[in-house]
């Protein structure tokens, strides 16, 4: 370990907090260390590898198209590409699609999209509302639409055209909202911001508000979307439809790809207006296809339901039999536990010293984000670990 941490040190640039654990393979909900110790990782490559780690179907769909080809960019047509946008708006009930490589490219497009819509839409509107306590992603747009400080404070100027309003309250969205706002931008629950979920209502309202007001509703559904609440996408639960929905994270299963759809009323790109090289990349996409596949047109989510409810009862145990948790946040497989004190960070730490790889997503929240195919098994042990965990944290803290 002091080895590869020297070496990481002296030649990256240091902008990632990195557990010092080197991981070497993985299998369903398992990792192994360069020692051999091996954790249950409910980090899940933050909220990416749905099916778990080295799935054999996921390997092999990799592997049959890098035979074929790896890469022609979109100068070309692809099959792969298609074969994945059918099967996503299928499930997603949206017209149009386009592929990018990570989830702030995804919202990139969204903003450049909903601004070419507020110019021939609305009288060149372009403010977009997005929440307090967002996060979108780490370019300068995204930053922009993010909403803290940290990430944002050295990089100034930032983009203009952002306004943030109070989640879950919908009279601020009405204060915030002017001639030029064009879009809402929303996570349906915020994952980065702690596994904040709205109350019930709250998405059908701003819906509500949006089709009352001219504006379009993007939802980044990049750590929400792909079955990882319960359902394909978390808005489904509310049974609305947005105008602009982003992907990533849990679309490749572990690979680099992200995407962005629209309705065809919102679809004002025309050739020149956006790009990338890699974008819709076949050896992705082939990847992410084969996960869709898996997801959609399998039993998948229907047993990703049932693993919910396992996970919820799970959870519920644990409020209710611990004093030190005060709530449970999130659905489906994203789930925050809440604690009473600032500890989610010691915590962690005991977690992974008792094999399971956890992420204090804020110092009083734990977030669980394992692969949709977790066993029971798996999650009973979990909630061991944890339970042991928090119990752990509290006795170091009495005793300092
Ligand atoms: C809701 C949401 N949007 C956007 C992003 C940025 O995605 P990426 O890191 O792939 O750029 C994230 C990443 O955590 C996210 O959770």
């Known amino acids: 370990m002091k080895d590869i941490k020297r070496k990481e040190a002296k030649i990256f640039m240091q902008v990632a907090n990195r557990i010092p654990i080197t991981i070497i393979r993985g299998k369903g909900a398992y990792v192994w260390d360069d020692k051999e110790n091996r954790y249950l990782d409910f980090i899940c ?11 054999s179907g996921l390997a092999v769909a990799i ?69 307090k306590n967002s996060f979108h992603g780490r370019t300068i747009a995204t930053i922009s639409a993010t909403d803290n400080q940290n990430y944002k404070k050295d990089f100034e100027p930032l983009l203009e ?34 596994v904040v979920t709205p109350n019930q209502n709250y998405l059908n309202r701003v819906r509500t508000w949006c089709n009352k007001n001219n504006i379009l509703l993007i939802l980044d559904e990049i750590q929400t979307g792909m079955g990882r609440t319960g359902i394909a996408w978390a808005h489904q639960h509310n049974k609305i439809k947005p105008d602009i929905l982003t992907t990533a994270k849990g679309l490749g299963g572990g690979l680099p790809i992200g995407g962005i759809m629209c309705t065809k009323e919102v679809d004002v790109f025309t050739p020149g207006d956006h790009g990338s090289t890699f974008g819709g990349n076949v050896l992705t996409c082939a990847g992410a296809y084969y996960v869709a596949n898996k997801l959609f047109k399998t039993n998948m989510m229907k047993s990703i339901k049932g693993t919910s409810k396992i996970l919820n009862n799970l959870l519920t145990e644990l409020l209710q039999d611990n004093q030190d948790v ?75």
């Open 45 to 55: 490559g933050i909220a990416t590898n749905l099916l778990g780690h080295a799935d």
């Open 63 to 131: 592997s049959k198209q890098a035979k074929k080809l790896v890469h022609i960019s979109n100068i070309f047509y692809s099959e792969p590409q298609i074969a994945l946008g059918e099967i996503l708006l299928k499930s997603a009930k949206m017209d149009k699609i386009w592929f990018c490589n990570s989830g702030a490219e995804a919202n990139e497009a969204a903003i450049k999209l909903a601004r070419k819509w507020g110019k021939a839409n609305k009288k060149g509107a372009y403010e977009i509302l997005v929440a």
């Open 161 to 194: 055209g952002f306004k943030f309003f109070e989640f879950n309250n919908i009279a601020d969205i009405k204060k915030k909202t002017t001639k030029k706002t064009v879009a809402i931008l929303l996570e349906p629950i915020q994952g980065e911001g702690g």
């Open 326 to 400: 005060v709530k449970l946040r999130g659905m489906g497989l994203l789930r925050g536990i809440e604690l009473k004190e600032n500890i989610a960070p010691q915590v962690a730490q005991r977690c992974i010293n008792n094999g399971l790889l956890i992420n204090p997503v804020r110092p009083n929240v734990l977030r669980i984000m394992p692969p949709l195919n977790v066993s029971t098994k798996q999650l009973k042990d979990a909630k061991k670990i944890i339970e042991k965990s928090i119990a752990e944290a509290i006795r170091e803290e009495q005793n300092v």
